[in-house]
């Protein structure tokens, strides 16, 4: 399974955050951690509490999971 954070990039464009890092210091997460969201890799549950903390909003409305398969299928067109 991959992580798709684009949910996250959306609420951040609705709440008029012009750059993605706006969100450290609102959030308290780290260079590090941005830059594992912008590349769609996995982060600690604790800095996905600290962005929904932030947001006033929940995981699932920051983040979703994509099926393996369906991804790989994606990327290569064929499974």
Same mark, same amino acid.
């Given at each position: *399974? =991959? ?17 993605? @890092? !706006?969100?450290?210091? *609102? @959030?308290?997460?780290? @260079? ?23 947001? !006033? ?9 994509? =099926? ?5 299928? =994606? ?5």
């Amino acid at each position: *399974m =991959d992580v798709d954070y684009s949910k996250l990039w959306e609420k951040v464009k609705e709440r008029g955050i012009k750059n993605k @890092t !706006d969100l450290i210091p *609102m @959030t308290g997460i780290s @260079t590090n951690i941005l830059a594992k969201l912008s590349k769609g890799e996995f982060i600690s549950m604790d800095s996905l509490k600290k962005i929904c903390t932030a947001l !006033d909003c929940d995981l699932g409305d920051i983040s979703s999971f994509k =099926d393996y398969e369906t991804s790989v299928k =994606d990327k290569s067109g064929v499974l």
